[in-house]
């Protein structure tokens, strides 16, 4: 008797490759098969292994795990673009990597059961002789199998992972490794003895090899925990350029929704509901069609990611009021049906597909020949996800067109043309990667010739002395602690009031005294890190009014620890004083608020309440706290001593001009040019 779970059997030694490849995917229930016993069946068939040739960069990437491995390198991660074969390259890692002693199995693990199924099915065709199970659902691996494919949610389910002896395992492989930091693989990892070690080369536990097309997190939460180096890395950009991945255009639609009041979850992405109400509108729906129409209605097969199942309702019903074929797919969609829709569409039975968030990750249609991004996001993860559905090769397939409607008026939102570095707002026409890189290279350039116009436009004309003199641009102290111009760049990363107050230092107050600041670690402002200060309760005995404060997070990029800072800042604080779209935030400034800003004012510019909000006013006295005041009277010195220098050459200049006489040059005259 056998178990067979959807079209992957959970013990697959006697089964065929062929007919795992043939099974079709139905809703996980569990069938019971007789088998012809042994003794009274045909002798099988010889099954040979899949001969697969590796792609140049799949080997160069074996060969960089195997040397990190052979250094005593435990925890490894892999960085590779959608569609480049990640689960062909860990597959043919399993007999590359040699037993120690006992430890001679593998576990593969993932957080979906379309990559779980795949997964056992390369594993299935890849080693024919070896004995491959599954753990997943009602299928219940038997923890001695050669090879074990497993769903994260099974193998921690109850005492499911107990029966898997670490002792025995060389190696243990993570699909879609940017989970990884989550709690269930953490747990699975320390089971393994994976968690933390001083030195990986005396510790007896697996490799642990984490492979994705996304190696970043949006809530910050450091990968580094668990995977200590990126051993190899290739993303679409060169795969493109090798032609290993499909070329694609792309195309940006601007629409008129207005995201800045839609909240954010944990992670750091708009709230579905939320996003929904605004995106899911009659006049938005009739754009996005409209759009495809003018921009994609050659295209074969379009995939479209839409917001939540309200949305993809409202859409599929609105692509077919224009007489276009549409279909969709979603998580509630039963497996036969969704089996079958997916079926025909990679036949090309009808052009448009839409889905939400079933299609983002281990989703193998290499016909689809246009993604459109219905769905607005604030992940850079998401957003490479899915337009990475649409570049694997295909015979006859030219491009990918990636149509991305993007909302004007949002903050935060991440759009194509910010994957190659250039404004979220930039508004693309059929441009290419090709084209992409180029635009970026010419705004660069574009942005020295401005810089170096601009040091020419700051320089004295009359003062005709080496070097450059740099002005500060505000009048008073009060034009800078009112200027928010600085807020801007982090609070379009983040939905939190975060405060600039001048050399890279960022600030998040709270109600209660708490405070986070970001700034740079060190001169080269190059890497940053987050310190959380807390006030000390009334009567310490301490000469600073709060604790010695905390690192919380450090990180090589601006953006990264922004993310990580929000992460610990939700969990710490209270939303409603942190968040910078509060509705007090955009009431009148309290007469408090408006008596501490005025003790730094002189009497004659003094403010009233009504002058502006309590978020304004806030943001203000964030910057006095903080040293906006003292950053200024130093400003203010450089350029007062400035102005001297430029006053002195000025007379100078005059004094000269005033002794040239002409005729000849007398030693009188050269005697005053000395002095």
């Known amino acids: 008797m056998f178990r067979f779970l959807r079209c992957v059997p959970s013990t697959l030694r006697r089964v065929a490759p062929a007919a795992i490849a043939r099974a079709p995917a139905r809703r996980c229930a569990s069938t019971t098969v007789k088998v012809t016993p042994a003794a009274a069946a045909p002798p099988p068939l010889p099954v040979s292994p899949l001969k697969i040739t590796l792609r ?293 039975d009808f052009p448009v597909l839409l889905n939400c968030g079933v299609f983002t990750e281990g989703t193998d249609i290499p016909n689809i020949d246009c993604v459109l991004l219905a769905r607005p996001t604030k992940s850079r993860n998401l957003l490479v996800q899915m337009i990475g559905r649409g570049m694997r090769l295909h015979p006859g397939k030219e491009n990918c067109h990636i149509i991305d409607m993007v909302s004007a008026l949002s903050t935060g939102v991440v759009s194509t043309p910010t994957l190659f570095g250039l404004d979220p707002s930039e508004i693309i026409e059929k441009a290419s990667t090709k084209d992409m890189m180029e635009l970026k290279e010419r705004k660069e350039e574009e942005s020295k010739r401005e810089e170096t116009a601009g040091d020419v436009a700051t320089r004295p004309l009359s003062a005709k002395l080496p070097g450059s003199i740099t002005f500060t641009d505000y009048e008073s102290v009060h034009d800078l602690i009112a200027d928010t111009s600085s807020d801007h760049v982090i609070r379009g990363m983040s939905e939190l009031a975060w405060v600039a107050v001048g050399e890279g230092r960022f600030i998040l107050s709270t109600n209660g005294g708490a405070y986070l600041v970001i700034e740079p670690t060190g001169k080269d402002d190059q890497s940053f890190h987050v310190k959380h200060y807390w006030r000390l309760p009334s009567g310490a005995k301490s000469k600073s009014p709060y604790a010695t404060p905390k690192v919380i997070a450090q990180g090589e990029t601006f953006e990264h620890v922004v993310h990580a800072a929000d992460t610990f800042a939700l969990e710490a604080f209270e939303f409603i004083w942190i968040s910078k779209n509060q509705p007090w935030r955009r009431s009148q400034a309290s007469q408090t608020q408006v008596d501490f800003l005025n003790k730094f004012r002189p009497e004659e510019d003094h403010l009233k309440p009504k002058d502006l909000t309590k978020g304004k006013a806030g943001d203000m006295i964030t910057r006095i706290k903080h040293g906006t005041t003292g950053k200024f009277k130093k400003a203010h010195a450089k350029q007062k001593s400035a102005l001297k220098v430029q006053a002195r050459a000025e007379t100078l200049q005059s004094r000269l001009q005033g002794q040239i006489r002409v005729g000849p040059l007398s030693a009188d005259t050269f005697r005053g040019l000395s002095k």
């Open 56 to 348: 140049e960069y799949q080997e160069e990437c074996i060969q960089s795990v195997l040397a990190y491995l052979a250094k005593g390198h435990k925890r490894l991660g892999v960085s590779l673009a959608t569609g480049s074969g990640k689960t062909v390259i860990f597959t043919h890692l399993i007999d590359r990597l040699p037993a120690t002693g006992d430890a001679s199995q593998t576990l593969i693990l993932a957080h979906r059961r379309e990559l779980v199924e795949q997964a056992a099915r390369h594993c299935a065709l890849a080693y024919p002789d070896k004995h491959v199970d599954l753990e997943m659902g009602n299928s219940h691996a038997s923890g001695a199998a050669d090879i074990t494919v497993a769903s994260i949610q099974s193998i921690m389910s109850g005492d499911r992972v107990a029966k898997f002896d670490p002792a025995r395992y060389k190696l243990v492989l993570v699909d879609e490794a940017h989970h990884i930091v989550s709690q269930q693989y953490l747990d699975l990892l320390e089971h393994f003895g994976l968690r933390h070690a001083a030195d990986w080369t005396v510790v007896p536990a697996p490799a642990l090899v984490g492979v994705s097309a996304t190696f970043s997190r949006f809530d910050g939460r450091k990968l580094g925990a668990v995977i200590d180096h990126i051993v190899y890395h290739r993303d679409y950009v060169d795969m493109i350029e090798d032609n290993w991945l499909s070329d694609v255009t792309f195309t940006t639609v601007e629409i008129k929704a207005d995201l800045n009041k839609v909240s954010t979850t944990a992670n750091g992405d708009f709230k579905t509901a939320a996003l929904s109400r605004a995106i899911n509108t009659e006049q938005t729906n009739d754009l996005l069609i409209k759009a495809w129409l003018a921009k994609a209605k050659g295209r074969n097969s379009t995939i479209v990611f839409c917001v939540d199942l309200s949305h993809v309702s409202n859409l599929t019903a609105k692509f077919r009021h224009y007489g276009i074929a549409a279909e969709f797919v979603t998580g509630d969609t039963p497996s036969k049906i969704r089996s079958a829709r997916v079926d025909a569409f990679r036949r090309g």
